[in-house]
């Protein structure tokens, strides 16, 4: 009767310490992939793993920054681009002044008028 709660405690402690794992590597690649803006391979990642940028954009941190931040911190306009033209306006309008890089702030500012 041990081994069987011993197994099954096992089990359960290795799966969440998975997905935990598997969480911080999408956040750590998406980082990775804006700082040298890499806007084919940001898609490409997102589209194998089903992911969707305004679904993952609150829960990414890139060195305490959000990914739109930390691309314009960056000079990487391609991924921040592609970024702002994806997000709800009402959260692009959220995060514009966050915004370090004139080129975003355009485009955030046009997203948001239309």
């Known amino acids: 009767m041990k081994n069987i709660l011993l197994a099954i405690t096992f089990i359960f402690l290795a799966t969440t310490y998975s997905q935990n ?12 992939y804006v700082s040298v803006d890499d806007k084919s ?4 990642f997102l589209k194998t793993n089903k992911l969707k940028i305004r679904n993952v954009f609150d829960g990414i ?6 990914l739109v931040a930390f691309a314009g911190k960056n000079n990487s306009i391609k991924t921040g681009t592609l970024m702002l ?3 709800p306006k009402a959260k692009v309008e959220g995060i514009l002044a966050t915004i370090n ?4 702030t ?7 008028n239309g």
């Open 101 to 104: 890089s004139a080129e975003l």
């Open 41 to 44: 391979r940001f898609r490409s």
């Open 21 to 32: 794992a598997q969480a911080t590597n999408v956040a750590t690649k998406l980082c990775e």
């Open 85 to 87: 033209g994806k997000l």
């Open 61 to 66: 941190q890139c060195n305490g920054q959000n």
């Open 106 to 112: 355009v485009v955030a500012q046009k997203r948001i």
